[in-house]
């Protein structure tokens, strides 16, 4: 797979705007604000193909990333920023259910959690969510650099905790700025793709 040959594809807020093809999809799921657009762009060694919004909760739809036509990077919005009408979060939590119950590409959701924090009551919502739909998934802790090396652990027995992950589940620390954990995510998707 040639990740020089990614590209931005297409943007989605119902099931006939979505790409045509039986390409696996990997999509990526957490709070307005956890990272998910920087996330996207270092695994893709880019600087600027998901764009980071300035203003948390302004992604309100969903995109989709091609990937040497072999793979979807899909962008969920981000949910829980307070600042976003009821009406809005209806919606997006109407089209993003849609996108994940009835996609049969999607291979694999991942979590994103901020590692400095436990997670909110709106991740272990989305969490208990993604269970009962009974998705394939893994949780990615974003921000690593943010934090001591020491407190590490520590965070990521906090967050396997709140979520009351099962002992299978894995929690991968990552840092967008050093890509610390990226080739780790990388063998988790391939696993999941087979690409």
């Given at each position: 797979?040639?990740?020089?040959n990614a590209k931005y594809?297409v943007t989605a807020v119902?099931?006939?705007?979505?790409?045509?093809?039986?390409?696996?999809?990997?999509?990526?799921?957490?709070?307005?604000?956890?990272?998910?657009?920087?996330?996207?762009?270092?695994?893709?060694?880019?600087?600027?193909?998901?764009?980071?919004?300035?203003?948390?909760?302004?992604?309100?739809?969903?995109?989709?990333?091609?990937?040497?036509?072999?793979?979807?990077?899909?962008?969920?919005?981000?949910?829980?920023?307070?600042?976003?009408?009821?009406?809005?979060?209806?919606?997006?939590?109407?089209?993003?259910?849609?996108?994940?119950?009835?996609?049969?590409?999607?291979?694999?959701?991942?979590?994103?959690?901020?590692?400095?924090?436990?997670?909110?009551?709106?991740?272990?919502?989305?969490?208990?969510?993604?269970?009962?739909?009974?998705?394939?998934?893994?949780?990615?802790?974003?921000?690593?650099?943010?934090?001591?090396?020491?407190?590490?652990?520590?965070?990521?027995t906090d967050i396997a905790?709140?979520?009351?992950?099962?002992?299978?589940?894995?929690?991968?620390?990552?840092?967008?700025?050093?890509?610390?954990?990226?080739?780790?995510?990388?063998?988790?998707?391939?696993?999941?793709?087979?690409?």
């Open positions: 797979m040639n990740l020089n594809e119902k099931p006939q705007q979505y790409p045509e093809n039986n390409i696996p999809e990997i999509t990526f799921v957490g709070r307005s604000n956890v990272g998910k657009s920087s996330l996207i762009n270092s695994l893709l060694n880019r600087k600027k193909l998901a764009r980071v919004a300035a203003t948390p909760g302004k992604t309100q739809v969903i995109n989709f990333y091609n990937i040497d036509e072999k793979l979807y990077f899909v962008d969920l919005p981000g949910y829980g920023y307070a600042k976003v009408s009821k009406t809005i979060k209806s919606t997006w939590g109407g089209f993003i259910e849609t996108y994940l119950t009835t996609r049969e590409q999607l291979k694999l959701v991942i979590m994103l959690v901020d590692i400095r924090h436990s997670p909110s009551s709106d991740d272990k919502l989305m969490y208990q969510w993604i269970l009962n739909v009974g998705l394939s998934h893994l949780i990615v802790a974003t921000k690593l650099d943010k934090i001591p090396r020491s407190k590490v652990k520590e965070r990521l905790k709140t979520l009351q992950l099962d002992e299978a589940i894995s929690i991968i620390p990552y840092s967008s700025e050093t890509k610390q954990g990226r080739e780790e995510l990388w063998n988790e998707i391939i696993t999941y793709t087979g690409e």
